[in-house]
């Protein structure tokens, strides 16, 4: 797989339950960051977690890293229609100051209410 | 809260001509990039611009393409000669020192 793809392409789930969505990377990474899209609009930054942490919180949202599986899960529980957009996983290299970011393919989550 | 921005919104150019698109990444922030996303694409980057010059770029970001920080605020990406396929969503976006990288609202581009 690329760097930084998530699975599962799409997911439909009910309002009020979790949702959880995964990304793979191959490279060594000095940090994984979240966003989410809704349908034509903007990249919103929902959260960062480093390469020496393992997990992070923010309100509904928790994001764990295991570098050494190269992977990162985003978890949003008690899901809301308005969690409806695509989710990407973004990573930025270890070798660039720069910290450039290089985007999978997104996960589309609907949330049906 | 601050907020990168990007002017227009949407801009509709014909084939061959050069194109601005502009952005004012946030205040205190160091780092300024450029993405651009094709239609149903991934997001993809561009540039990198750090102390007045270009710190990384792609392969796409080509001779046609250049960036500019022509004062304390305003970042530019100009195209020098659209193609078609360059229509597409340019994202601007910078980042500070904690590496968090945030994102303009895009501009559309259509190249006709």
């Known amino acids: 797989s690329q760097q930084g793809e998530e699975d599962p392409q799409a997911l439909s789930i009910q309002e009020g339950e979790n949702a959880t969505m995964n990304c793979s990377y191959k490279?060594?990474?000095?940090?994984l960051q979240w966003y989410r899209q809704n349908s034509g609009r903007g990249l919103v930054h929902l959260i960062l977690?480093?390469?020496?942490?393992r997990e992070k919180h923010s309100g509904r949202l928790r994001v764990t890293l295991d570098t050494s599986k190269k992977s990162s899960s985003l978890l949003i529980t008690a899901s809301r229609a308005a969690d409806t957009a695509s989710y990407f996983c973004a990573t930025a290299p270890v070798w660039s100051s720069a910290r450039q970011l290089t985007f999978g393919s997104g996960t589309q989550l609907t949330v049906l209410p | 809260e601050p907020e990168v921005t990007q002017t227009p919104s949407h801009q509709v150019t014909q084939m061959g001509q050069e194109v601005i698109l502009r952005c004012v990444p946030i205040?205190?922030?160091?780092?300024f990039y450029w993405y651009r996303q094709i239609l149903g694409q991934k997001v993809e980057f561009l540039v990198s611009f750090y102390n007045n010059e270009i710190s990384e770029k792609s392969e796409i970001f080509d001779d046609q393409f250049s960036v500019e920080r022509p004062d304390g605020s305003n970042f530019t990406l100009k195209i020098r000669s659209t193609k078609l396929e360059d229509s597409a969503m340019y994202f601007c976006?910078?980042?500070?020192?904690?590496?968090?990288?945030?994102f303009g609202p895009g501009t559309r581009l259509t190249v006709l």
């Open positions: 976006a910078s980042t500070g020192r904690n590496n968090e990288q945030f």
């Open positions: 205040s205190n922030h160091l780092y």
């Open positions: 977690i480093r390469s020496n942490e």
């Open positions: 490279t060594s990474i000095n940090n």
